[in-house]
């Protein structure tokens, strides 16, 4: 059988994914929370939280390219921003923020050493 070749996925690509797909769940389930609590008419609740999960599965869909990870970015504070509906929506939203900073410079940091380390060999 014929392998098909694929482009290695970056660590940073990897652990953003992650993150994006664990914040994904987190998101629907607050949208079912908000529209549950009330704090926000059932249509508005539920289509604002949809309008979130879509958008972080066409981020997640793009991270090949670089200005996806800036659309991360605009995600966090989404996320983070959620709490003015959801309070508990605060601590969540900047613990991933949180993971999502950290994953970027340390996903970067592993990316370039090994770079670095495959220009040195070749």
Known sequence: MEEVSRAKRSVRQSLASIVLAFEL???FLASLVA??????PGPVALLGGGVIC???LFTLAMLRH???FGVGWVLQGVIVATGIFVPVMWVIGLVFAG????CMIVGG?????NAATQETES
């Open 25 to 27: 769940i987190v998101v």
């Open 35 to 40: 529209f549950g609590l009330k704090v926000q």
């Open 54 to 56: 879509v958008a972080i």
């Open 66 to 68: 670089e200005w996806a």
């Open 99 to 102: 993971m999502w900073v950290y």
């Open 109 to 113: 940091r592993i990316d370039r050493q």
